[in-house]
């Protein structure tokens, strides 16, 4: 099983910036890929950005060229800046991983995991 732990969230004027972070722990052989999404009131998950193992980002054309995701693999660890931030941006923020997890004795397994969600408030 992988825990996912997210930091950074908090409240914002528009046209700031915040910086979050998210650590993966537990029994990880790989992680091929992280993500972040958000929830706004009301509305449903959505894909914020994602970045595979590699490096390779893609984003939602909502935060395009104002938010950048980046990974340190030799933490674990998945980074989300968000700059020109937009009332529009507010919500809860979630970490996502997919995973590859090893244990004595178990074959490596896939597993998908959350975190528990950071809070984002911009305030117009």
């Known amino acids: 099983q992988v825990q996912l732990v997210e930091s950074g969230g908090g409240l914002e004027q528009a046209g700031g910036s915040l910086r979050l972070s998210c650590v993966a722990s537990g029994s990880i052989f790989s992680i091929p890929a992280m993500a972040w999404y958000r929830q706004a009131p009301g509305k449903q998950r959505e894909l914020v950005a994602r970045i595979t193992a590699s490096g390779l980002p893609n984003y939602a054309d909502s935060v395009k060229g104002r938010f950048t995701i980046s990974r340190d693999n030799a933490k674990n660890t998945v980074y989300l800046q968000m700059n020109s931030l937009k009332p529009e941006d507010t919500g809860v923020y979630y970490c996502?991983?997919?995973?590859?997890?090893?244990?004595?004795?178990?074959?490596?397994?896939?597993?998908?995991?959350w975190g528990q969600g950071t809070q984002v408030t911009v305030s117009s």
């Open positions: 996502y991983a997919d995973s590859v997890t090893v244990r004595v004795g178990i074959p490596p397994t896939s597993s998908n995991s």
